[in-house]
């Protein structure tokens, strides 16, 4: 099984217990819905992981930060749950699962689930979104649109569309339901890595605001801004952005 197929396996069955969480705890509280969530995914995705690649190393949102993985040549990074907020809120679908596959210096396989919605996006080969005639479509987060997003809908005469997770968000640009998503309130590499490598499969533009490459498996896993969009918008988000 390639890197490809293990990522989007694991991402899809992830999400598939993740529903059955959801549905177990219809009537817990939201805290516990999240901590049960994260909780399960978290330890079916390492779990699985040290069967199928038990010489890779794990970076996880909800485990440990192992050392050992800066002087590995393969690490999976995984977010088991991301947008526990939405993943809490019955009938919300902008929750995601990532899994994603750092060899050598770069990001080489990915898959983001979006299992309340039946879908799993991965690589290596992901369709292109369809093309646009309409006002450029900034995606943002439902609670807290940062200012620099804001600024691009100015720029671009865009509007604004509302989502949770970033997975989701990525996955809106890639499905061609938004045309651009910038962050810059701090994430750290297992919020992006899935996403960016789908993204990049589809032929996406991926950076930092400041238009620097994205890194990943760094000392420090905090990654804290982000752009994915078009590449025919990337000059124009850039020029907002990187100020």
């Given at each position: 099984?390639?890197?490809?197929h293990v990522?989007a ?5 992830a999400g598939?217990l993740?529903l ?9 509280s939201?805290a516990e819905?999240?901590?049960e969530g994260?909780?399960?995914s978290?330890?079916?995705?390492t779990?699985a992981?040290?069967?199928e690649r038990?010489?890779d190393?794990?970076l996880?949102?909800e485990?440990a930060d192992?050392?050992v993985?800066?002087?590995a040549?393969r ?6 749950l991301?947008g526990?907020r939405?993943?809490?809120e ?5 929750w ?5 596959l ?9 898959a983001?689930a979006?299992?309340a919605?039946g879908?799993t996006?991965?690589?290596?080969a992901?369709?292109s ?6 006002k450029?479509?900034i ?13 691009v ?7 604004l569309v509302?989502?949770?997770s970033a ?5 809106s640009?890639?499905q ?9 309130g701090g994430q750290?590499e ?23 490459p ?5 000392p ?5 801004d982000?752009v994915?969009?078009r590449?025919?918008l990337?000059?124009?988000?850039l ?5």
């Open positions: 099984m390639t890197d490809h990522a396996r694991l991402a899809t069955e598939k993740l059955d969480v959801r549905t177990e705890l219809a009537g817990a939201e819905r999240k901590a994260d909780k399960r978290h330890e079916y995705l779990e992981l040290a069967a038990p010489a190393v794990v996880s949102e485990g192992d050392p993985r800066l002087g040549g690490v999976w990074i995984v977010d088991p991301d526990t939405e993943f809490s019955p009938g919300r679908v902008d995601a699962v990532h899994v994603a750092w060899q050598s210096g770069e990001l080489v396989a990915g983001v979006l299992p919605q879908i996006l991965a690589t290596p992901v369709a979104p369809p093309a646009t005639a309409g450029p479509r995606v943002v987060s439902r609670t807290r649109p940062p200012a620099t997003a804001l600024a809908r100015d720029a671009l005469d865009g509007t509302e989502l949770g997975g989701a968000k990525v996955a640009v890639i061609g339901l938004a045309d651009v998503y910038v962050h810059a750290y297992w919020d992006s890595a899935a996403p960016v490598a789908v993204a990049r499969a589809a032929g996406l533009h991926t950076s930092r605001i400041d238009g620097s994205l890194a990943y498996n760094q420090d896993p905090l990654l804290p982000l994915v969009c590449r025919e990337a000059g124009a988000v020029a907002v952005t990187a100020r």
